[in-house]
């Protein structure tokens, strides 16, 4: 069976504010452009920021739920449900994958939270295609999670998507809600470098993590570490990442969004690409 399978490309999706799930610009087409061009996964390996643990574990249920982890939002956001299914057997694939390092096997207490289903819903609205979760070991530097995506690059030739979902750029506490499409100046700089290093050097990308600006990009790392998986995918095929698209929001959150393994696709305008009203927004840590 995975002879057969198609080699799949990895991606990695600034996903921004929950509600891009259910809205339409610019970012929700690029993302769309992604699902339309590239070959059928056999399954969807997701490394969302949103999944932050002590440990190194995979999703294994059949079903997995739609997890609504935020709060205050209107409640179209509430009643999105992803119903993709679960593909069990993939926790072994990834095990033998990652190994010496271990991964844990989470059977029912996770599933797919919004860093997961508000990307997929427009990269895959048919919820057809199974989909596996890996978390993010809080636990370890980013050095380890570069090299574990450059582990889970050999996945591709079995029909594994691998995607990063999270933003490069992610300060919440800082945002502006004025400034609704630019970026300040030091989330600008250093989205900057990190396109620089993704376009050339992928396997130097934990130099950013020294950078003077990343404790105000990413005061919590958890939205940049899926970048380094991608990062890794990289490094292992020893390709540059390919920009799929570029912006900001709210002044403190990038929307940069790679691809490697493939020809990155062109991504047309959006059919509307309005910013969200910000007096009815909830407060910045309603994101959790």
């Known amino acids: 069976m995975t002879q057969s399978m198609p080699s799949m490309p990895a991606v990695f999706l600034g996903h921004g504010s929950p509600m891009n799930a259910v809205e339409h ?15 059928r996964p056999r399954v969807i390996l997701m490394v969302s920021a949103h999944w932050y643990i002590n440990a190194t574990a995979v999703t294994a249920m059949a079903r997995p739920k739609t997890i609504h982890d935020f709060y205050g939002f209107p ?29 844990g096997v989470d059977h029912d207490s996770w599933g797919l939270d919004h860093g997961a289903w508000s990307v997929l819903v427009h990269a895959f609205p048919q919820a ?14 980013a050095a380890y999670h570069l ?9 591709r030739q079995q029909g594994v998507l691998v995607m990063g979902s999270g933003n490069i ?32 050097t992928p396997g130097e990308a934990v130099a950013l993590t020294h950078d003077a600006d990343f404790r105000k990009v990413a005061p919590t790392p958890d939205h940049f570490l899926p970048f380094l998986y ?33 020809p990155c696709p062109e991504t047309g305008p959006a059919a ?17």
């Open 75 to 103: 409640q179209a956001l509430f009643d999105v449900q992803y119903p993709a299914p679960g593909l069990p057997e993939l926790a072994e694939e990834v095990a033998d994958a990652v190994q010496p390092d271990q991964v």
């Open 272 to 288: 509307q690409d309005g910013a969200m009203d910000a007096s009815s927004l909830p407060p910045a840590d309603s994101n959790i």
């Open 25 to 39: 610009n610019r970012y929700t087409a690029a993302w769309q452009t992604v699902g339309a061009s590239v070959p």
């Open 147 to 155: 090299a574990l995506g450059a582990k889970l690059a050999a996945l």
């Open 128 to 141: 057809n295609i199974p989909v596996v979760q890996l978390s993010i070991n809080a636990a370890q530097p």
């Open 169 to 200: 750029v992610h300060n919440l506490r800082a945002m502006d809600w004025q400034a609704t499409d630019t970026g300040f100046d030091w989330a600008r700089r250093f989205n900057e470098k990190a396109i620089a290093m993704a376009t050339s």
């Open 230 to 262: 991608i990062a890794g995918v990289g490094a292992a095929l020893g390709e540059s990442l390919h920009m799929l698209i570029d912006g900001y929001t709210y002044g403190s959150l990038s929307m940069t969004c790679f691809m490697v393994g493939a």
